[in-house]
């Protein structure tokens, strides 16, 4: 069993940045993949960037060269620097953890949720 907690959202100006902390429970956290998606009003839950085990990252389009997710196994914890923040980025974001060494960017796919943390970012 793994408990995600997430921290860091608030609300920023468009062109601001903020970085979302994942805390996770339990001494195996450096074998899950790890997740953050987010959910606006209205819209799905979308994939927006994963890290696997060895460390290597996955993003979705949008948020290329704008987004890092990074983790550091000795404190249980991935992060999401988010940089150029536009207003379609507003949502509640999620981390989550996938059993295995692969990344996916399949919601159904991963295994344990965090709470969420709202991201608003004013134009």
């Known amino acids: 069993q793994v408990q995600l907690d997430e921290s860091g959202g608030g609300l920023v100006q468009a062109g601001g940045s903020l970085r979302l902390s994942c805390a996770a429970s339990g001494r195996t956290f450096s074998s899950y993949a790890m997740g953050w998606f987010r959910q606006a009003p209205g819209q799905e839950r979308e994939f927006v960037a994963a890290i696997n085990r060895s460390g290597h990252t996955y993003y979705t389009d949008s948020v290329k060269g704008r987004f890092t997710i990074s983790r550091d196994n000795a404190k249980n914890t991935v992060y999401l620097q988010m940089n150029s923040l536009k207003p379609e980025d507003t949502a509640v974001y999620y981390c989550?953890?996938?059993?295995?060494?692969?990344?996916?960017?399949?919601?159904?796919?991963?295994?344990?949720w965090g709470q969420g943390t709202q991201v608003t970012v004013s134009s």
């Open positions: 989550a953890a996938r059993s295995g060494a692969t990344y996916t960017w399949n919601p159904n796919d991963y295994d344990y």
